[in-house]
């Protein structure tokens, strides 16, 4: 057993007690919702079990503890956001199962004759596959292995400036790129669940019009110029074109990428229209599945279903169940009341009071995965929204972009696997993590305050 297991072993189970056990007025069930929901982020954080197993105990031990009805536990996997995330995956298999996704990849990479030139080109890449492939875990399982096998051709070592560069350039453009389209961010897609479970309507659109200009582009254009500034690149490399494998890919495009290139395509359209059409995402991303699997037309054969990560969608459905039960059970009102006082002392503008719950959401990102932290403080950040006269939409949105300002890889999936590769230092992944953060904080918050004024959103 390591260090970091026991930890998580040892908090599961003194963080629960402490709550259970601390004085005070409040009933008993938001507390076993309270002392449940931080037994599971703990074990998320740390992972001493397999992240399912903790997810189905939790949503287990709601109903049999008394904390929610079962229906009411088990509810999240009836959820439009569930299955939309399903669709993702279920679509990005579609890239990985053809050889469409080397293709494209190799393409991009084939023309590219310098690495700063390629350093521009990954961070291009990665937003533009923020578009074409929903999964951020999947775009970093398409993309990178290409990239470990570039830095092989190169000869560079890992953690060396060249091989962190590139990494980082691929996994924080396509994480960071993803904020602004509701589809390619699982953070956002919780926050959407939550403002659909209020009847609140957003649309993909709409969703790309608040978010995207700052918060996908100015946020990759700072990424890009931060790891010109921490990792620059000396001397002049070339990249070569004959990369290995590529005799994998025929010399011409299959029938199934057509076909699945064609699908993607139609999702985008569908997806950046749904405000003209009014066909909800889920319904627009199963539609796209049955089509891509449909037996004897459709580009993969349905048997390829049993490669979805099914155990990410207990994850995401235990995180819409911490955020009911403590809902449900009156704990989020209560935190949603004391934090409205403290919100009252700033007794400024809408841009102060957004900044404001901004700040207050920002310490939570330390405790858990950004998905279960939007699961858990969406509708706390709603309640307060609607008692300080704060509109729905734009706090719920302040919660998808302080969620997306992770400062450490375990904050984010898509990081943790890109880090899996042990190509990059620790170190360097935070370097460049706080200080994107602290350069999201600073400016790029204020500055997408002043874009929602220019606009009307707010």
């Given at each position: 057993?390591?260090?970091?297991t026991?930890?998580?072993?040892?908090?599961?189970?003194l963080?629960?007690l402490?709550?259970?056990?601390y004085?005070?007025?409040m009933?008993?069930?938001p507390?076993?919702a309270l002392a449940l929901?931080l037994a599971t982020?703990v074990?998320?954080?740390?992972?001493?079990?397999?992240?399912?197993?903790?997810s189905?105990?939790?949503?287990?031990?709601?109903?049999?503890?008394?904390v929610?009805?079962f229906?009411?536990?088990f509810?999240p996997?009836?959820?439009k956001?569930v299955?939309?995330?399903f669709a993702?995956?279920?679509l990005s298999?579609?890239?990985t199962?053809?050889?469409?996704g080397?293709r494209?990849?190799?393409l991009?990479?084939g023309?590219?004759?310098?690495?700063?030139?390629?350093?521009?080109?990954?961070?291009v890449?990665?937003m533009l596959s923020?578009?074409?492939i929903?999964?951020g875990?999947?775009?970093i399982?398409i993309?990178?292995?290409?990239?470990?096998?570039?830095?092989?051709?190169?000869g560079?070592?890992?953690?060396?400036r060249?091989s962190a560069?590139?990494i980082?350039s691929l996994?924080c453009?396509?994480?960071?790129g993803g904020?602004?389209?509701?589809?390619?961010s699982?953070?956002?897609l919780?926050?959407?669940?939550?403002l659909e479970?209020r009847?609140?309507?957003?649309?993909w659109?709409?969703?790309?019009?608040?978010?995207?200009p700052?918060?996908?582009?100015?946020r990759?254009a700072?990424c890009?110029?931060l790891?010109r500034l921490?990792?620059p690149?000396?001397?002049?490399y070339r990249?070569?074109t004959n990369?290995d494998g590529?005799n994998?890919?025929?010399?011409?495009?299959?029938?199934?990428e057509?076909?699945?290139?064609?699908?993607?395509?139609?999702?985008?359209?569908?997806?950046?229209?749904?405000?003209?059409h009014g066909?909800?995402?889920?319904?627009v991303?199963l539609?796209l599945?049955l089509?891509c699997y449909l037996?004897?037309?459709?580009?993969?054969?349905?048997?390829?279903?049993k490669?979805i990560?099914?155990p990410l969608?207990?994850y995401?459905?235990?995180a819409?169940?911490?955020?009911?039960?403590l809902?449900?059970?009156?704990?989020?009102?209560?935190?949603a009341?004391?934090f409205?006082?403290?919100?009252d002392?700033?007794?400024g503008?809408?841009?102060t009071?957004?900044?404001?719950?901004?700040?207050?959401i920002?310490p939570?990102?330390?405790?858990?995965d950004t998905?279960?932290?939007?699961a858990i403080?969406t509708p706390?950040?709603?309640d307060?929204a609607?008692?300080?006269?704060i509109?729905?939409?734009?706090a719920?949105?302040?919660?998808?972009?302080?969620?997306s300002c992770?400062?450490?890889?375990y904050?984010?999936?898509?990081?943790i696997?890109a880090?899996?590769f042990?190509?990059?230092?620790?170190g360097?992944f935070?370097r460049?993590?706080v200080?994107?953060?602290?350069?999201?904080?600073l400016f790029?918050i204020?500055?997408?305050?002043l874009?929602?004024?220019?606009?009307?959103l707010?």
């Amino acid at each position: 057993m390591t260090r970091k297991t026991a930890a998580g072993l040892i908090l599961a189970v003194l963080l629960p007690l402490v709550v259970i056990l601390y004085p005070g007025d409040m009933d008993t069930v938001p507390r076993l919702a309270l002392a449940l929901s931080l037994a599971t982020i703990v074990l998320w954080t740390f992972e001493p079990v397999p992240l399912e197993y903790s997810s189905l105990l939790l949503i287990v031990l709601f109903p049999v503890l008394g904390v929610l009805p079962f229906e009411t536990a088990f509810g999240p996997f009836s959820s439009k956001t569930v299955w939309l995330i399903f669709a993702g995956m279920a679509l990005s298999l579609g890239i990985t199962e053809t050889p469409l996704g080397t293709r494209l990849s190799r393409l991009v990479l084939g023309r590219i004759g310098s690495l700063n030139g390629l350093i521009l080109a990954l961070h291009v890449l990665g937003m533009l596959s923020a578009l074409l492939i929903p999964s951020g875990v999947v775009r970093i399982l398409i993309l990178m292995p290409l990239i470990i096998t570039l830095l092989r051709t190169l000869g560079e070592p890992p953690g060396s400036r060249v091989s962190a560069a590139l990494i980082l350039s691929l996994a924080c453009s396509t994480y960071y790129g993803g904020t602004g389209v509701l589809t390619a961010s699982v953070p956002s897609l919780v926050v959407f669940g939550v403002l659909e479970s209020r009847d609140i309507t957003v649309y993909w659109g709409q969703w790309t019009l608040y978010l995207f200009p700052v918060f996908s582009l100015c946020r990759v254009a700072c990424c890009y110029a931060l790891i010109r500034l921490l990792l620059p690149v000396r001397g002049a490399y070339r990249i070569r074109t004959n990369l290995d494998g590529d005799n994998e890919v025929p010399d011409r495009v299959t029938p199934a990428e057509k076909k699945t290139l064609c699908i993607l395509l139609a999702g985008i359209l569908l997806w950046a229209t749904d405000a003209l059409h009014g066909i909800h995402p889920a319904y627009v991303g199963l539609g796209l599945v049955l089509a891509c699997y449909l037996p004897g037309l459709g580009p993969l054969h349905p048997d390829l279903l049993k490669k979805i990560n099914f155990p990410l969608l207990i994850y995401i459905a235990a995180a819409f169940s911490v955020g009911h039960a403590l809902e449900t059970t009156g704990f989020s009102p209560l935190l949603a009341n004391q934090f409205t006082e403290w919100l009252d002392l700033f007794d400024g503008s809408l841009l102060t009071q957004l900044g404001v719950l901004s700040a207050f959401i920002l310490p939570f990102n330390f405790l858990a995965d950004t998905a279960a932290v939007a699961a858990i403080l969406t509708p706390v950040l709603l309640d307060v929204a609607g008692q300080t006269g704060i509109a729905p939409l734009p706090a719920a949105l302040c919660m998808a972009i302080v969620a997306s300002c992770g400062f450490f890889p375990y904050q984010a999936a898509p990081f943790i696997l890109a880090y899996s590769f042990r190509y990059v230092h620790m170190g360097q992944f935070i370097r460049l993590m706080v200080l994107l953060a602290l350069v999201s904080l600073l400016f790029l918050i204020p500055l997408n305050f002043l874009y929602w004024r220019l606009i009307g959103l707010i």
